[in-house]
């Protein structure tokens, strides 16, 4: 079975904290995800990446940034903390794009900032 | 980016086949419709995948219409286990810059 990690279940951080959320993938998918999820709002994609050193925009990037110097690893950056980036952050991984294949996820790690 | 339609919530009664219904009329010809759930404090987990012809899986089936503007996820007995917020979704054809959107899904809620 494909096993997507994230590295924290719980996160505090303060406000204007650079903060860091790791993801690894040990199933050599090419593609790798990061969304967040609120209460009302359903998952929103914020970026993803289908190869190492590529990324691409999702539909709410603005206040982050994403890394993915190996294959397997793939990190969501958040340079200044802000409290409405309080939510339940989701990392996802595919095999590739050409056949459909399914999303495999993380449990996700709950961030707060205060 | 495609977008789909659901229920906000269903009920059912455990052992009782279960129709979770999806409207995607802008459905573009190279998007897969996916299923997946969501129990709580858990990731989504994939239920099931289909372009076309209807799907089976040991979990679900997925009933695609001819026109592919709608689909339906079939849950063949409900178990108390399968209450869970159900998403249809669509995209992951074969560009890249078709992404996944998660609309809001649907609740089940299974009554023993």
């Known amino acids: 079975d494909v096993k997507v990690t994230q590295s924290s279940r719980y996160l505090v951080k303060r406000t204007g904290e650079k903060v860091f959320l790791e993801c690894v993938q040990d199933?050599?998918?090419?593609?790798m995800f990061w969304y967040r999820q609120d209460p009302g709002l359903g998952l929103r994609l914020i970026y993803f990446?289908?190869?190492?050193?590529?990324?691409e925009k999702g539909d709410i990037p603005e206040g982050y940034s994403v890394s993915r110097e190996k294959k397997e690893r793939f990190s969501l950056i958040l340079e200044s903390a802000s409290t409405n980036q309080t939510s339940m952050y989701l990392c996802?991984?595919?095999?590739?794009?050409?056949?459909?294949?399914?999303?495999?996820f993380g449990n996700g790690t709950r961030l707060t900032v205060t | 980016d495609a977008k789909t339609t659901q229920p906000n919530s269903m009920e059912s009664n455990e052992e009782e086949p279960v129709h979770l219904p999806c409207n995607h009329s802008?459905?573009?010809?190279?998007?897969?419709i996916h299923w997946y759930r969501q129990l709580p404090s858990q990731g989504p987990e994939y239920v099931i995948h289909?372009?076309?012809s209807n799907v089976n899986n040991r979990m679900a089936s997925l009933a695609i219409a001819e026109d592919r503007k709608s689909s339906t996820l079939i849950l063949h007995r409900a178990t108390l286990r399968d209450a869970a917020v159900y998403y249809c979704?669509?995209?992951?054809?074969?560009?890249?810059?078709?992404?996944?959107?998660f609309g809001g899904g649907t609740r089940l809620m299974v009554k023993p």
């Open positions: 289909g372009l076309t």
């Open positions: 996802a991984s595919s095999l590739d794009f050409a056949d459909g294949s399914p999303l495999h």
């Open positions: 979704i669509l995209g992951l054809g074969n560009n890249a810059g078709n992404m996944l959107t």
């Open positions: 199933m050599d998918h090419e593609n």
């Open positions: 990446s289908y190869d190492v050193k590529m990324k």
């Open positions: 802008t459905i573009s010809g190279t998007d897969y």
